[in-house]
């Protein structure tokens, strides 16, 4: 099993421009997660899927942010007009969704830089 | 205020020692997370659970669900122990998958 897969891995662009991070969930999972990891924050959670519908994107800082899961094997985040606060790890994690079974499995993360 | 504390937040010790890492949370949970996060960067999932207690290989994650705390334990600790050390919870919503709320996590640094 391949396990998460996140792309880029690293990705540093110019304030303003738009930024795309990519997943794609192990297979059979029908939970994914996007998380942003920063010194001050820490991990958070910024919108979850299950079956491909997003649940709660209570998370997601404001409109600049967007993401989509048009299929079961692959998501997006996007970031639009990026700005340097933006900078951090953000992880993709996914799971079962099944109560009990839904240990969460993490990419490697992509580590963005704002300039 | 964070809506999970662990304690402490940076540890080192010597190999070989027990060790203690401290979570504590405030709201009612369907389950908790024990996580892993290597000076690379990756993240493992080490332990889930809701009740009771589990163990893989040296580690040991405890729960008390009255007191609303958690206690992850390393027997023997060794040097490739070292990492930041994450708990986190999932919210009691009565669904199957949810999002989880991390603490700050632990820094733990084993000296040979």
């Known amino acids: 099993d391949a396990g998460v897969i996140q792309s880029p891995r690293h990705e540093v662009t110019e304030m303003g421009q738009e930024v795309t991070l990519r997943c794609k969930p192990i297979?059979?999972?029908?939970?994914l997660f996007w998380y942003r990891q920063t010194m001050m924050r820490g991990l958070e959670l910024l919108i979850y899927f299950n079956n491909n519908v997003p649940i709660d994107d209570s998370g997601m800082p404001e409109d600049r942010f967007s993401a989509k899961m048009p299929n079961a094997s692959f998501s997006t985040l996007k970031i639009q007009p990026s700005e340097p606060r933006d900078s951090a790890v953000y992880f993709c994690?996914?799971?079962?969704?099944?109560?009990?079974?839904?240990?969460?499995?993490f990419g490697p993360g992509t580590r963005l830089t704002v300039l | 205020k964070n809506e999970v504390e662990q304690s402490p937040q940076n540890l080192t010790a010597q190999e070989g020692e027990f060790i203690t890492i401290n979570c504590s949370y405030s709201v009612g949970i369907s389950a908790l997370h024990w996580l892993q996060q290597h000076p690379g960067g990756g993240i493992v999932s080490l332990f889930m659970l809701s009740s009771g207690k589990k163990k893989h290989g040296r580690l040991i994650a405890t729960i008390n669900i009255q007191e609303k705390h958690s206690s992850l334990h390393i027997t023997a600790s060794h040097p490739r122990d070292s990492a930041v050390y994450i708990c986190a919870y999932k919210r009691a919503s009565g669904g199957g998958a949810d999002g989880l709320t991390f603490g700050k996590g632990t820094h733990l640094i084993i000296q040979p």
């Open positions: 994690a996914s799971s079962l969704s099944d109560p009990g079974a839904d240990t969460q499995y």
């Open positions: 297979s059979g999972h029908n939970s």
